[in-house]
């Protein structure tokens, strides 16, 4: 009976005013879970594992999300608006230093874009539509030209920049208001102000797209009266300004052709950093045309004739007729009243006079000779060649084959005037101008590899270690209780634990503990005892304490 009383428990409460029974039941599975034997063979696995993990995390803590720029080409004031709405709504952003870009997280682009749409931000000029939509009711007629004017400006601008390389446009139209009073109408005129991304240019046909694109939206007005200027001031309309840089790049295409062409032809031969080339192409960017005509010495041809006779006077007539017909007969003899002096009487005397026109048409040769000369061509060529002198210098011979092939390679003419200088000397050793190596954008995040690592390898050192040891420790210790136990049991029972019973796992009894041949064996029947049942055990305790109380 007095077994029984201390076997059951009593609830007079007070169990509730103990804490470690109740905490002890609790974490009894915990740690009959923990006493298995393969969780403690896994103890040095679960150890490393929690090491790497704890590695990770120190990772993940110290390297930053990947930023994304929220929007481009903000104005400074939607910044300010865009990042006190950004605060407000609890995301985090950060402004770059160098090109003031506004970035977010990568993974909260989004969230962040639709919380500012919910807002209005950012804020984007009005276009034509809404301001004319805007214009109140009676408006006078000058406000009306100025809103429709003003209109018409911001749908330019935001048809401009729609071109790649256009960040922002700004366009101003002049124009007179038509008058009956004035003769001369002056034609409207319109300036283009261009904001270019960072590195990037416009074509001269960009440019002039842009021209023509503001003359067709105007009426009255040619393309060219706009006039279309970049951030810098640079006037990009300008004709002159064109040409220029037409022939620079003209210029810079040929020199780099004939660079290329010497790289090809030295490089196998003297090996890259062995030599340098230096190449000025001369390009004539006038173009002429010349129309010359020249008549040729003796160059003609008769092309038709026709001569006329005539004869008039006194004396006897010439015999005209056929010859050798009977009509061919001589004139009658003509009788004179006087007898010039000198002239022997009785002689016949004749005063005649013929006249002789010919009229002839003659072919002369004649040559138009066309003479033009295009833009572009090559005046001169400039080439310089340095050799590196090595230990052994090159001779004449083979300065001299070197001198063939540049000139070959680059068509050379002495009439034109080119010039080719070769030269060769030791180069001097360039000191590497490269950032430091801690400067790298490789080394940071290798920093914190590095760090990841190490902190994994401390972590398995000062954490994983000691709970390998412990824990080796605590089943060593368990083994020697274990084999005390059974040692006890072997005494207590005078017969072996069946086999294939875990030794842990056999349930005691008081009547073991009473039974117990020695004070060792009953310590350690009592240990695994409460090991077993603590709450059980501190029932038992508790109960003996109130009797002895009583007693």
């Given at each position: 009976m007095a077994e029984a009383q201390i076997l059951t428990p009593v609830n007079d409460g007070s169990a509730n005013r103990l804490p470690v029974p109740v905490m002890g039941g609790r974490l009894a599975p915990v740690q009959q879970f923990i006493r298995q034997p393969a969780v403690q063979r896994a103890l040095p696995a679960i150890a490393t594992t929690a090491a790497i993990g704890i590695a990770a995390l120190a990772y993940f803590a110290t390297a930053a999300a990947p930023q994304q720029q929220l929007f481009a080409g903000l104005a400074d004031a939607d910044k300010s608006a865009v990042a006190d709405a950004l605060t407000a709504q609890g995301i985090g952003h950060t402004i770059d230093p160098t090109t003031g870009a506004l970035t977010v997280d990568a993974d909260k682009l989004h969230q962040a874009r639709i919380a500012l749409a919910g807002q209005g931000l950012p804020k984007a000029s009005a276009d034509g539509s809404e301001m004319i939509g805007a214009l109140p009711m009676g408006a006078s007629r000058a406000i009306?030209?100025?809103?429709?004017?003003?209109?018409?400006?911001?749908?330019?601008?935001?048809?401009?920049?729609?071109?790649?390389?256009?960040?922002?446009?700004?366009?101003?139209?002049?124009?007179?208001?038509?008058?009956?009073?004035?003769?001369?109408?002056?034609?409207?005129?319109?300036?283009?102000m261009l904001t270019l991304q960072n590195g990037r240019t416009l074509s001269d046909g960009q440019v002039q797209a842009i021209r023509f694109l503001v003359a067709s939206s105007v009426p009255g007005m040619n393309a060219e009266q706009v006039s279309v200027i970049d951030q810098r001031g640079a006037l990009l309309s300008d004709s002159a300004t064109s040409s220029d840089m037409q022939a620079f790049q003209l210029q810079t295409q040929m020199e780099d052709r004939f660079r290329r062409s010497l790289d090809s032809l030295l490089g196998p031969m003297l090996g890259a950093g062995n030599y340098s080339v230096e190449v000025h192409a001369d390009v004539d960017m006038s173009e002429s045309q010349a129309t010359r005509e020249s008549f040729p010495e003796n160059d003609r041809a008769?092309?038709?004739?026709?001569?006329?006779?005539?004869?008039?006077?006194?004396?006897?007539?010439?015999?005209?007729?056929?010859?050798?017909?009977?009509?061919?007969?001589?004139?009658?003899?003509?009788?004179?009243?006087?007898?010039?002096?000198?002239?022997?009487?009785?002689?016949?005397?004749?005063?005649?006079?013929?006249?002789?026109?010919?009229?002839?048409?003659?072919?002369?040769?004649?040559?138009?000779?066309?003479?033009?000369?295009?833009?572009?061509?090559?005046?001169?060529?400039?080439?310089?060649?340095?050799?590196?002198?090595?230990?052994?210098?090159?001779?004449?011979?083979?300065l001299a084959k070197i001198d063939?092939?540049?000139?070959?390679?680059?068509?050379?003419?002495?009439?034109?005037?080119?010039?080719?200088?070769?030269?060769?000397?030791?180069?001097?050793?360039?000191?590497?101008?490269?950032?430091?190596?801690?400067?790298?954008?490789?080394?940071?995040?290798?920093?914190?590899?590095?760090?990841?690592?190490?902190?994994?390898?401390?972590?398995?050192?000062?954490?994983?270690?000691?709970?390998?040891?412990?824990?080796?420790?605590?089943?060593?210790?368990?083994?020697?209780?274990?084999?005390?136990?059974?040692?006890?049991?072997?005494a207590t029972t005078g017969a072996p634990a069946a086999p294939g019973t875990p030794r842990v796992g056999r349930e005691?009894?008081?009547?073991?503990?009473?039974?117990?041949?020695?004070?060792?064996?009953?310590?350690?029947?009592?240990?695994?005892?409460?090991?077993?049942?603590?709450?059980r055990a501190a029932l038992v305790v508790r109960q003996l304490m109130q009797e002895g109380a009583r007693a």
């Amino acid at each position: 009976m007095a077994e029984a009383q201390i076997l059951t428990p009593v609830n007079d409460g007070s169990a509730n005013r103990l804490p470690v029974p109740v905490m002890g039941g609790r974490l009894a599975p915990v740690q009959q879970f923990i006493r298995q034997p393969a969780v403690q063979r896994a103890l040095p696995a679960i150890a490393t594992t929690a090491a790497i993990g704890i590695a990770a995390l120190a990772y993940f803590a110290t390297a930053a999300a990947p930023q994304q720029q929220l929007f481009a080409g903000l104005a400074d004031a939607d910044k300010s608006a865009v990042a006190d709405a950004l605060t407000a709504q609890g995301i985090g952003h950060t402004i770059d230093p160098t090109t003031g870009a506004l970035t977010v997280d990568a993974d909260k682009l989004h969230q962040a874009r639709i919380a500012l749409a919910g807002q209005g931000l950012p804020k984007a000029s009005a276009d034509g539509s809404e301001m004319i939509g805007a214009l109140p009711m009676g408006a006078s007629r000058a406000i009306e030209g100025e809103t429709l004017r003003g209109a018409r400006e911001a749908d330019l601008a935001r048809t401009i920049e729609a071109i790649d390389a256009v960040k922002g446009a700004r366009v101003h139209i002049a124009a007179a208001e038509p008058s009956l009073f004035v003769r001369d109408d002056k034609p409207a005129t319109a300036s283009v102000m261009l904001t270019l991304q960072n590195g990037r240019t416009l074509s001269d046909g960009q440019v002039q797209a842009i021209r023509f694109l503001v003359a067709s939206s105007v009426p009255g007005m040619n393309a060219e009266q706009v006039s279309v200027i970049d951030q810098r001031g640079a006037l990009l309309s300008d004709s002159a300004t064109s040409s220029d840089m037409q022939a620079f790049q003209l210029q810079t295409q040929m020199e780099d052709r004939f660079r290329r062409s010497l790289d090809s032809l030295l490089g196998p031969m003297l090996g890259a950093g062995n030599y340098s080339v230096e190449v000025h192409a001369d390009v004539d960017m006038s173009e002429s045309q010349a129309t010359r005509e020249s008549f040729p010495e003796n160059d003609r041809a008769l092309t038709s004739e026709m001569v006329t006779r005539s004869t008039s006077g006194q004396g006897n007539a010439p015999a005209v007729g056929i010859p050798g017909a009977l009509s061919n007969q001589p004139p009658p003899a003509s009788t004179l009243n006087q007898t010039p002096t000198g002239t022997a009487p009785g002689a016949a005397t004749t005063e005649t006079q013929s006249n002789e026109n010919a009229q002839r048409a003659y072919e002369v040769g004649r040559e138009i000779s066309v003479t033009h000369r295009p833009q572009g061509q090559l005046r001169r060529v400039s080439v310089a060649v340095a050799l590196n002198q090595g230990s052994k210098a090159l001779t004449q011979a083979d300065l001299a084959k070197i001198d063939r092939l540049v000139k070959g390679a680059v068509g050379f003419d002495a009439a034109r005037g080119d010039q080719v200088a070769i030269g060769q000397r030791p180069f001097a050793k360039i000191e590497d101008s490269s950032p430091a190596f801690y400067e790298q954008g490789w080394f940071l995040p290798l920093i914190k590899q590095v760090g990841a690592v190490l902190a994994a390898i401390l972590a398995f050192f000062f954490i994983g270690r000691p709970l390998i040891r412990s824990a080796k420790a605590k089943a060593a210790a368990r083994a020697e209780r274990e084999a005390a136990l059974e040692e006890s049991l072997m005494a207590t029972t005078g017969a072996p634990a069946a086999p294939g019973t875990p030794r842990v796992g056999r349930e005691i009894t008081l009547e073991m503990i009473e039974a117990a041949p020695s004070y060792e064996a009953r310590a350690n029947l009592v240990r695994e005892f409460v090991r077993q049942d603590s709450a059980r055990a501190a029932l038992v305790v508790r109960q003996l304490m109130q009797e002895g109380a009583r007693a």
